[in-house]
Nanobody, 125 residues
Framework: QVQLVESGGGSVQGGESLRLSCGSS????????MAWFRQAPGREREAVAT????????YFSDSVKGRFGISQDNARSTIYLQMDSLKPEDTAVYYC??????????????????WGQGTQVTVSS
């Protein structure tokens, strides 16, 4: 049974940093697409970063490119989202998602079978 557990959300001022963690169990960590999505009130859930555990390749949305980083710790089956230079428009619930046994990574909600419970990130100006 696959489980994803996020942690690390909180409330910060604009310009500050946060690091989100997503611990997983039940995944084949050599062929999994892991992603961070976010959803702000009244908006659709969007992918902000992905990492393919097989080769470490990454993707970032234009809105976070240069400010966010994504990394993996295979020994802990955990991925991280480092968020720097946070802006008020980054305020959202952030979700970790996984697609197991895949050869590439995806960016749409429908492609991911497994989701964490979400963690709130609030950035004030």
């Amino acid at each position: 049974q696959v489980q994803l557990v996020e942690s690390g959300g909180g409330s910060v001022q604009g310009g500050e940093s946060l690091r989100l963690s997503c611990g997983s169990s039940g995944l084949d960590y050599h062929s999994t697409c892991m992603a961070w999505f976010r959803q702000a009130p009244g908006r659709e859930r969007e992918a902000v970063a992905t990492i393919y555990t097989g080769d470490g390749s990454t993707y970032f949305s234009d809105s976070v490119k240069g400010r966010f980083g994504i990394s993996q710790d295979n020994a802990r089956s955990t991925i991280y989202l480092q968020m720097d230079s946070l802006k008020p428009e980054d305020t959202a619930v952030y979700y970790c998602a996984a697609r197991n046994f895949t050869r590439s990574c995806w960016r749409t909600v429908q492609e991911f079978a497994y989701w964490g419970q979400g963690t709130q990130v609030t950035v004030s100006s």
